[in-house]
């Protein structure tokens, strides 16, 4: 039988889901069996969990060796889940959603409910848990890893970097928007340096301005 140790949670982090951040009643056990456990490189975890994220997390597979790993993959699956969601934040702006002439009882819903769907599913996805420590001795240090549509880059840089090569974006712009909006919205800095181009370093302040 597995010998779980509890982790160690901060005051403020205390109720909360270690994967996504919500409230939490439930908890998660990494590995999840004795032949998993052989092939892990720390000792198996109970972590708090709420009870979709148990769910989800139950159908992760092949991410045994270590609970940094099974992370990263969890929130691919998060990502893929809450595609839909994730996507209206790359599609529209909030100015444009509210601003936009949809009409009819379903787009009226629409219109009113999906910035919040989108802001709520992308911080969950961005939510990177704490430091685990157990029994004082640290297990997992705080991330500086950045998680962005299921992707994750080793920090919030290295994703700007990215992004802007993708979509042919002045780097010092995106950086700019995306220091505007905060990174749990940096769907909305890529849209908007897409649909608001930026060819001379010194139109760069003009234009995040004008970005909300």
């Known amino acids: 039988m597995l010998d779980y140790q509890t982790i160690d949670i901060p005051f403020h982090f205390r109720h909360l889901c270690w994967l996504c951040g919500e409230p939490c009643h439930r908890q998660f056990r990494f590995p999840a069996n004795t032949q998993d456990a052989s092939r892990c490189e720390h000792a198996p975890l109970i972590l708090p969990c709420c009870q979709e994220c148990l769910g989800l997390a139950k159908q992760v597979r092949g991410a045994n060796n270590h609970i940094a790993d099974f992370r990263a993959q969890y929130k691919k699956a998060f990502a893929r889940k809450y595609q839909k969601h994730l996507a209206i934040g790359?599609?529209?702006t909030k100015q444009?959603?509210?601003q936009s002439e949809l009409s009819g009882k379903a787009f009226a819903g629409f219109k009113k409910s999906a910035?919040?769907?989108f802001e709520i599913a992308q911080q969950r996805l961005l939510f990177q848990g704490w430091s685990i420590q157990s029994e004082g001795q640290e297990m997992l240090s705080q991330p500086t890893s950045?998680?962005?549509d299921g992707e994750e880059f080793v920090s919030l840089d290295a994703a700007i970097e990215s992004y802007a090569k993708?979509?042919?974006?002045?780097p010092d712009y995106l950086a700019a928007a995306v220091s505007k909006v905060?990174?749990?919205r940096f769907a909305v800095a890529v849209r908007f340096c897409r649909l608001s181009p930026c060819h001379l370093a010194?139109?760069?302040p003009a234009?995040?301005?004008a970005l909300e």
């Open 96 to 98: 444009e959603l509210e």
């Open 115 to 117: 910035w919040m769907m």
């Open 202 to 204: 010194e139109q760069i």
């Open 90 to 92: 790359k599609n529209w």
């Open 146 to 148: 950045f998680c962005f």
């Open 166 to 170: 993708r979509f042919f974006i002045e």
């Open 182 to 184: 905060g990174a749990a």
């Open 207 to 209: 234009l995040i301005d």
